[in-house]
């Protein structure tokens, strides 16, 4: 009888955080703010992040008509990610809005907060300053996804919030985003797979 091995024998697509927003105006309604930033740090094309921030996920344009932008330092691997991963998540599909979302280079980016309770997310690119807060998290759980499912066998850890807040703003609108004179942004959270995890 030959013994398991803890080792699996595939290759690593990439490693490293993907905390996300998907926000509704109702339950059984379409996205309305769909939010997805990267922080990778092994990939076939090096460290990087991109956040990926759909204000209009169903519209096929980006700046300045609509906040579809992906905000990275690092633009082979944000076109990779959108093309390889983040376009066959569930919620991005069918969001025209990656097909014509413009790509503009990060110029700062923080993470704070004590990720037990609360989390935030600050990025800023060209024209665009975001701020993403999480807030009354839950406890942490894992989910396994078996070979049949793409991208191959992974593990994931995530964690539920109850309650987000966001903002947005732009170059044009003379921000800091939330200190000032940011946007929320539109939608509510939804139950997407809170339902699997065990009670907080």
């Known amino acids: 009888m030959t013994a398991e091995t803890p080792i699996h024998p595939g290759a690593v697509d990439w490693s490293g955080e993907n905390p996300g927003m998907y ?14 930033f990267f922080r990778v ?14 204000e209009s996920p169903l519209l096929d344009t980006s700046l300045p008509e609509a906040l579809n932008v992906c905000v990275t330092d690092n633009d082979a691997l944000a076109h990779w990610l959108v093309a390889e991963f ?25 993470a704070s907060g ?39 066998i992974s593990t994931n850890e995530y964690v539920h919030a109850r309650r987000i807040w966001r903002w947005r703003s732009s170059k044009d609108r003379c ?19 809170a339902n699997t995890a065990p009670a907080a």
């Open 23 to 36: 926000l509704k105006d109702k339950p059984d309604g379409p996205f309305v703010t769909l939010v997805s």
């Open 41 to 54: 740090v092994v990939s076939p094309y090096g460290r990087g992040q991109a956040l990926v921030l759909l």
């Open 86 to 110: 983040l376009s066959r998540f569930g919620a991005f599909r069918g969001a025209t809005a990656l097909e014509s979302m413009r790509y503009v280079p990060l110029t700062g980016s923080q």
């Open 114 to 152: 004590d990720p037990r309770e609360s989390y935030m997310e600050w990025v800023k690119g060209e024209g665009v300053e975001v701020t993403l807060s999480w807030e009354d998290l839950g406890q942490p759980f894992m989910i396994r996804l078996p070979a049949s499912r793409k991208p191959a």
């Open 175 to 193: 921000a800091p985003a939330v200190m000032t004179s940011g946007t929320a942004l539109s939608g509510l959270t939804i139950g997407r797979i």
